[in-house]
């Protein structure tokens, strides 16, 4: 079945280094989305790629989608302690049978060290 | 975000009980996911729903089921609950993606059972 890789599992940082999670797939995707998860809370939206080799930023957030559609990063440049959380990549399920939902990705906790 | 509720938001029961989670959202979007978390294993989905009526397994479909009488509304059941189906349960909801794109999904709160 569809399997999202996401590495690194945990992440820990001083706050104002730079923080960057992967997400790997050994099928081309058709999108991929991020989603930010706050302790204790719900996954909340943070961007979708669709476009091979796509940029976006938000802020101090950059996402990337690889050229081949089989890879994306999420880079956090001069983290804050707001950024604590887990960062989450999903892909939408295999279209061809109709299905829908999302994979997730197993997430990257990222930890700020004062 | 409030437009999407889940209640209750803490359960504990014990191995054997029935078990009824509720979703409802106000965003009037026809596509209704259950979806639950376990540490160290993001989101697996359970079933999701494109309207009234229609359901549909998702990856972990065994020993739940659901049901969406309304469209606002979407409810998830164990019948028997099991220690391992303890996890934080999260519903969403999405609607149709434009231009071939695929929307984003607006999560509830989250439910957390624990099964004894």
């Known amino acids: 079945g569809q399997q999202v890789m996401q590495i690194p599992q945990y992440q820990h940082v001083q706050e104002g280094e730079d923080f960057t999670t992967y997400c790997n797939s050994s099928?081309?995707?058709?999108?991929i989305q991020w989603y930010k998860q706050r302790p204790g809370g719900h996954p909340v939206f943070l961007i979708q790629l669709v476009k091979s080799g796509e940029v976006k930023k938000q802020k101090r957030l950059t996402f990337q989608f690889g050229e081949a559609k089989k890879n994306s990063s999420l880079h956090i440049t001069a983290t804050q302690t707001t950024d604590v959380g887990t960062y989450f990549c999903a892909e939408k399920r295999d279209s061809g049978g109709g299905a829908d939902g999302l994979t997730f990705g197993k997430g990257t906790h990222l930890i700020i060290q004062p | 975000d409030a437009d999407v509720t889940q209640t209750p938001r803490n359960r504990i029961t014990k191995t054997g009980k029935r078990i009824m989670l509720e979703c409802s959202q106000t965003k009037g979007h026809d596509r209704m996911y259950w979806y639950r978390q376990d540490p160290g294993l993001g989101l697996r989905l359970i079933y999701y729903?494109?309207?009234?009526?229609?359901?549909n397994k998702g990856e972990i479909s065994d020993g739940y089921s659901v049901s969406r009488q309304a469209q606002a509304k979407f409810s998830l059941s164990l019948e028997s609950a099991i220690p391992n189906q303890t996890a934080l349960y999260f519903c969403?909801?999405?609607?149709?993606?434009?231009?071939?794109?695929?929307?984003?999904?607006?999560f509830g709160p989250g439910t957390r059972l624990t099964v004894l």
């Open positions: 969403a909801t999405s609607d149709l993606g434009g231009s071939g794109n695929y929307n984003e999904q607006f």
């Open positions: 099928t081309t995707l058709s999108n």
């Open positions: 729903s494109f309207d009234v009526k229609d359901i």
